[in-house]
Every structure is written in C-alpha cells, then in structure tokens.
C-alpha cells in the first residue's frame, strides 16, 4: 500500500503566510472572537483590501458599501470571513500547474465549497466549516502533478464524469487528492473535523468512523463536477451517503443553488 507520508516527502509544499497559520490557529480556539479574527487580518493590508473587495461584490449582495474591516466581519460575519480569507491564502500559494486551467479550476473548487455549505445549512452544521472544506477538496490533485507532471493529463482525461478523478488518483498513486490535502491540512494543524472530512471525501462511507462533514464535502465535490445540476441530479447522487445523511432530496429541489452565483473567484489571485 503506497505511504502518503513518503509521497508527500517527495513534494515541496507551499509555505502558507504566518497570517493564514494565525487563522488556522484561531479555528482551533474556542474563545476567538470577532476582534481576535479581525486583527490577524488587520495585519495583511493586500488580504485585507482583497477581503473588503469581496464584500462589496455581487457575491453578497449587500445594501450598503463596506468601508473597513470591521464593517465586513460585522456585516458579513467573522466565520465567513474568515474562511474566505484562508481560501485566499491558499490559492495565492497553490501554484497551479501547466495543464490546469487556473479559472476552471478554483470555479469547481468555489462551486464545491458553495454547494457544501448548501448541504450543511439544510443539516443545521457548521457552515462555514463546510464552505472550507470544499474549498480545499482539490488541492491534492495539484500536489500529484508538482510529484509527476505527467500524471495530470491521465486525472483530467475528458470525459471526466462526476467522481471519476478520485478513481484515476488512486490508480495512479495509490491515494486520492482529498486524502493528500487531509495530510497537508493535518501538518497546518487544521482542526481534526476538516482532516478526517478531507481523508474520507471521495469514499464517506468507506471509513472506520464516519464523517457527516466528509459526506457533505463528498456530495458537493459531485454536483461541482456536474453541468446543469438539477433535481434529477440530486436523485442520481449515492442513495447510502443520502440515507445516512438523512438528506429531503425533495426540499432540496425547491432551493438549488445558481452554480455561476456560489462559484465566483473574483476574490482569488489572478
């Protein structure tokens, strides 16, 4: 069986700003608060001028222009904001290789946070923990091509149907790219409901102890890879994971998010 931890040897990871580790630090805390959350971003003037562009975008639609930092973490709300602050860490250090299209790219991994966070609030979870998570589903597949340029053309061989990437990965390197970016987010110290969900994304029910979050991130990384979701995708989605989530596929059909709407990388490095 192939060893993550040697894998991953073989690779240089990104080095993620001490501001994003302050974030990261912050998920793990329970006594963080707005004002702790505003001055680790405060101390990055570019995170912060980004973070307030995206505030004022049609992204939230908000009725009054936001001015400060403060105003976005009040008006938009601390874990929101902060999640979207680490995912702009994370794609200004993820470099992207030759073969992947940068926009294509971070759009399904926006489209899978966003869906994500569909999923969980009709669950009543954590939101934004969920938002993260998808977010952060795709960003092994970009440490399997630092590791072997030549793997990428095999992942993303078209057609390329919903959940066929993580089959290819694991044929290729023995491991899938949630599972890569569990490992990276367990050496980042992410907290352990983000690791194990990363581990277990691309096979929720395939683990020793089960994650609901894992399961989440599993079903949106699907619809994200999906043109045109519809309810007639959400009938198509792994009945098992469904059942055990527990999920109204029929309520869910009322309110089927606008992929262009959850998917908008205006706030991520060009």
């Known amino acids: 069986m192939a060893d993550i931890s040697v894998f991953l040897h073989s690779v240089k990871l990104p080095v993620m700003p001490e501001v994003a580790h302050a974030l990261i630090r912050t998920l793990n805390d329970e006594d963080a608060d707005v004002g702790t959350v505003r001055d680790v971003i405060s101390k990055d003037p570019a995170l912060t001028a980004t973070l307030l562009r995206m505030a004022n975008s049609a992204l939230f639609g908000l009725s009054r222009t936001v001015s400060t930092l403060d105003n976005a973490v009040s008006v938009v709300g601390m874990s929101q904001i902060r999640a979207r602050a680490l995912s702009i860490c994370m794609a200004n250090v993820f470099l992207l290789p030759q073969g992947l299209n940068r926009l ?25 923990e969920a938002w993260l998570t998808g977010m952060m589903q795709r960003l092994g597949e970009i440490t399997i091509a630092q590791q072997n340029p030549r793997h990428l053309e095999a992942i993303e061989k078209k057609p390329c149907p919903p959940g066929a990437r993580w089959q290819r990965e694991r044929q290729l390197v023995g491991f899938d790219e949630g599972q890569i970016t569990a490992e990276i987010a367990k050496r980042w110290d992410f907290p352990d409901t983000v690791v194990q969900a990363l581990r277990a994304c691309s096979a ?3 683990t020793a102890q089960f994650s609901p979050l894992g399961a989440v991130v599993h079903l949106a ?36 998010p606008d992929a262009d709407a959850i998917s908008d990388t205006s706030s991520l490095a060009g």
């Open 221 to 256: 990384g699907l619809l994200a890879d999906t043109q045109g979701v519809s309810a007639q995708t959400l009938v198509q989605l792994p009945a098992t994971v469904v059942q055990v989530l527990k999920l109204n596929l029929e309520k869910l059909a009322e309110a089927i």
């Open 104 to 128: 294509e790219f971070w759009r399904n991994s926006m489209a899978c946070a966003g869906y994500a966070q569909w999923l969980a609030h009709s669950l009543k979870m954590d939101e934004q």
């Open 204 to 206: 929720p029910m395939e």
